[in-house]
């Protein structure tokens, strides 16, 4: 069976052919192949929608299944595929019932959840063997999170959790965000949040300077507030970290788990997929959820 998955970001939307044995066998889940356009999120609801029927469109034809996949920034309500709620990063998207859109362009059944719900689940069943309560943390353009109350039991809409964790006051009249409030989490532990740290454009370039070791070290104590709010008021049992920032894990990785208390350290798992998390976990929640294909729900 070959499906689709989507991952639709405030930077980019990735989209990949994605071939799987059986719904519930991870280990036959293997990417054919892979791509990404830019979402031009500032462009607004039409352009947007352009890119990711775009993006769609570079495998529908070479896609033998009746089900889309999809995870997106924003928060969703995925009994219907409406975004409840996005910031301005994806302009006029709150409100859009996505899945209605692609499913009149494309005619096919198009399940729609949160990206960083999506990553959560492809990294906890498709890439790593995970237990208890895990949780996720998505850094790029801003700070996604999720979470499974039970790995255990069966993957439906409310077995997973999007935390809006990016929004939380880290700094009071702190910076801007695109949330419309000030101070939000993901201004500072995200790539934008590096990026602002230091004034410059290129995490990479940021991570591996020595002139900008006062950007991430403010970075790390940002994300280890985080992380223990996290813990605090979440209690996870482990916490995988992924996006785009942590390919770069080398600059920083240990010096966030040695500023951490031992307990949060221990829970920090580097995610295993990368960038293609969300994809396969997009897949495999259309393929296995509550509003997957199995279940025959539109």
């Not at 500032?42 to 775009?54: A, M, S």
């Not at 399940?111 to 943390?137: C, F, K, Q, T």
Request: glycine letters at 12%; charged letters at 20%.
């Amino acid at each position: 069976m070959r499906v689709i998955g989507v991952d639709i970001g405030g930077t980019g939307i990735k989209s990949a052919l994605i071939e799987c044995g059986a719904p519930d066998d991870a280990a036959s889940y293997n990417i054919i192949d892979r791509s990404s356009v830019h979402t031009d999120g500032k462009q607004g609801r039409d352009r947007i929608i352009e890119n990711i029927c775009l993006a769609i469109g570079k495998y529908i034809d070479l896609a033998d299944s009746a089900i889309i996949g999809v995870g997106s920034a924003g928060d969703i309500d995925d009994s219907c595929g409406v975004i409840t709620y996005a910031t301005n990063a994806l302009q006029g998207f709150t409100g859009l019932n996505l899945r209605e859109v692609l499913v009149k362009r494309f005619g096919k059944r198009v399940n729609l959840i949160n990206d960083a719900v999506a990553a959560l689940i492809g990294e906890a069943y498709v890439g790593s063997s995970l237990r208890g309560r895990p949780m996720m943390l998505t850094l790029g353009t801003g700070l996604g999170c999720a979470m499974i109350e039970d790995i255990d039991a069966p993957l439906g809409s409310g077995s997973v959790d999007n935390i809006r964790l990016g929004h939380i006051e880290l700094h009071k009249d702190g910076r801007e965000c695109k949330c419309g409030l000030k101070g939000c989490a993901e201004q500072y532990v995200s790539a934008t949040g590096l990026k602002l740290n230091a004034g410059m454009d290129r995490v990479q370039d940021i991570l591996s300077c020595d002139a900008n070791r006062g950007a991430v070290r403010d970075f790390i104590a940002d994300f280890k507030s985080v992380l223990e709010y996290a813990c605090d008021r979440y209690s996870p049992t482990s916490i995988i970290v992924g996006g785009g920032v942590v390919e770069m894990a080398q600059y920083w990785w240990d010096d966030l788990a040695a500023a951490c208390s031992q307990d949060i350290a221990s829970k920090l798992v580097k995610a295993r997929l990368g960038n293609r998390a969300a994809l396969f976990g997009s897949v495999y929640a259309a393929l296995n959820g509550k509003y997957g294909l199995q279940n025959g729900i539109y």
